[in-house]
């Protein structure tokens, strides 16, 4: 099975920037993908941005020009650099991970989800 860590998600003020990080962790074979989702109060998850293990990137249209999102393959880890932060980016960010794993003698892909971390944009 396959966990995710996240970090980075503080308080900031509007105007003001934020790194996130998630890593993998588990029986992984392989990563297809990692991306950040957020979920505000009252709102449906949406998604934030995307990447793949070749380096394709998908961004909501909302955060185009104020995010970059990142990956190291290697440690298995994921970022997402936002800048120009506004009040309506305050959510949870969920870490997604699409991974082949192994478990018990099967192989398969499935999506997995971190706990979340709060950003708050507020003065």
């Known amino acids: 099975q396959v966990q995710l860590v996240e970090s980075g998600g503080d308080l900031v003020q509007p105007g003001g920037s934020l790194r996130l990080s998630c890593t993998a962790s588990?029986?992984?074979?392989?990563?297809?993908?990692m991306g950040w989702y957020r979920q505000a109060p009252g709102k449906q998850r949406e998604l934030v941005a995307t990447i793949t293990s070749g380096g394709m990137t998908n961004y909501a249209e909302s955060m185009k020009g104020r995010c970059t999102i990142s990956r190291d393959n290697a440690k298995k880890t994921v970022y997402l650099q936002m800048s120009s932060l506004k009040p309506e980016d305050t959510a949870v960010y969920y870490c997604n991970c699409n991974a082949e794993v192994v478990h018990r003698g099967m192989y398969y892909a499935d999506d997995y989800w971190g706990q979340g971390t709060p950003v708050t944009v507020s003065s």
């Open positions: 588990g029986s992984i074979l392989s990563i297809n993908s």
